[in-house]
């Protein structure tokens, strides 16, 4: 992969389990922003998966179908370690609150001791998916509740079906 992609390409990672229209947003914003958005899906340790990597990979890809510099990968290991194989030198990440910008900060800077150079750049989240996460799509779906207005249409039936009762 090194070299792979170009100088003005970015990576956005996440867990995408599964991808929000808060993910959309962000992926939306730093396509027009960047030649190339590279979407990782990375594994956190702290989350408990509902899809496999593989599937969350092929949702993130029908999602995107209409965005045309957009590429989306899966990656088993350290972010650091996947920017320094590519030689991505942006990550971008999506802040929704204070909360947010905390963690993200931390993890900003570990990932930049890990690989020296690399950059994480900001995006707030736009007013109208500040309140979006993964889990709470998760929660809402595993109670019945109408999740349309939080994921991509083109995963709707997914979510759906994980949830549906035998
Ligand atoms: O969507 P998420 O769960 O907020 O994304 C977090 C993610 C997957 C980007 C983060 O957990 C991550 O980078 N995982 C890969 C392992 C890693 O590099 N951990 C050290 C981060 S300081």
Not at 1 to 12: D, I, Q, R, T
Not at 73 to 85: M, S
Not at 112 to 130: I, K, V
């Amino acid at each position: 992969m090194n070299g792979k992609f170009g100088k003005h390409c970015c990576l956005y990672p996440g867990s995408f389990d599964p991808v929000t229209l808060g993910h959309m947003d962000v992926i939306r914003r730093a396509a027009a922003i960047f030649d190339t958005v590279v979407v990782g899906v990375l594994h956190n340790p702290d989350k408990q998966g509902l899809f496999p990597v593989e599937r969350r990979v092929e949702m993130l890809k029908r999602a995107c179908e209409g965005i045309p510099n957009v590429e989306i990968i899966a990656w088993p290991g350290l972010l650091a370690h996947l920017t320094r194989e590519t030689g991505i030198r942006v990550v971008v990440r999506g802040v929704r609150n204070a909360a947010d910008l905390d963690s993200e900060s931390m993890m900003a800077h570990i990932n930049g001791q890990l690989d020296p150079g690399l950059e994480t750049l900001f995006l707030p989240a736009s007013p109208h998916h500040a309140d979006i996460s993964a889990s709470m799509v998760r929660q809402l779906a595993q109670f019945g509740a109408d999740i349309s207005n939080y994921v991509p249409s083109q995963v709707l039936p997914d979510i759906l079906a994980a949830f549906a009762k035998p």
